[in-house]
């Protein structure tokens, strides 16, 4: 089925990275429930930066959740080649949506008060380095899944530090609001 002898390897590291990111899911979905009328009142730029950034959020991990799946799907290297390179390259849309609809506004969310370049740098390489990784299965090159880890791994780290970041965007939008 797969010239990639040693696939059973790394079952365990993937269970381990669809399990953490699907449980950030629902974590996020839930501080993002709580905090979804704060959008209402103070509808401004960062406001609905943030509820976006949110949902992006989710997204990069529902991302690296569909990554695991198919790395632990039973399937020939070219379908799950393939399948990494698509996901990570629709998955990449979401933070270039952002800079579109957010570049030259005063954004201000980032944890330096100001747009959020690193963050955004961050997450389009660790998309970039998942395409990479599948496009060496395609190659039937075992080395392909560090990239894909690598890349799995960064996004989860990254969405845990940027929910957090958004947490303190939202409470700050709370404490502006008008008593």
């Known amino acids: 089925m797969s010239p990639l002898a040693h696939l059973d390897a790394w079952h365990d590291v993937f269970l381990m990275?669809?399990?953490a990111s699907g449980a950030l899911v629902g974590l996020l979905f839930i501080v993002v429930s709580l905090h979804f009328g704060?959008?209402?009142?103070?509808?401004d730029t960062n406001a609905r930066a943030t509820m976006d950034g949110a949902r992006?959020?989710?997204?990069h991990l529902l991302t690296?959740?569909?990554?695991?799946?198919?790395?632990?799907?039973p399937q020939p290297a070219l379908f799950l080649g393939v399948e990494l390179v698509a996901l990570n390259l629709l998955g990449v849309r979401a933070p270039i949506t952002f800079i579109r609809r957010y570049a030259?506004?005063?954004v201000t969310i980032s944890h330096e008060g100001r747009f959020p370049t690193t963050l955004l740098?961050?997450?389009i390489a660790a998309y970039a380095l998942g395409a990479a990784g599948g496009a060496?299965?395609?190659?039937?090159?075992e080395?392909?899944?560090?990239?894909?880890?690598?890349?799995?791994?960064?996004?989860?780290?990254?969405?845990?530090?940027?929910?957090?970041?958004?947490?303190?965007s939202l409470s700050h939008a709370r404490d502006a609001e008008p008593s």
Do not use: P
């Open 17 to 19: 990275i669809g399990g």
């Open 136 to 141: 060496a299965i395609l190659r039937h090159a």
């Open 38 to 43: 704060k959008v209402d009142v103070a509808a």
């Open 104 to 106: 030259g506004q005063r």
């Open 121 to 123: 740098a961050t997450v």
């Open 56 to 59: 992006f959020n989710t997204m």
């Open 64 to 73: 690296v959740l569909a990554e695991a799946v198919a790395v632990l799907t």
């Open 143 to 168: 080395w392909g899944l560090y990239l894909v880890t690598a890349s799995c791994v960064t996004m989860i780290v990254r969405s845990v530090l940027t929910a957090w970041m958004l947490i303190f």
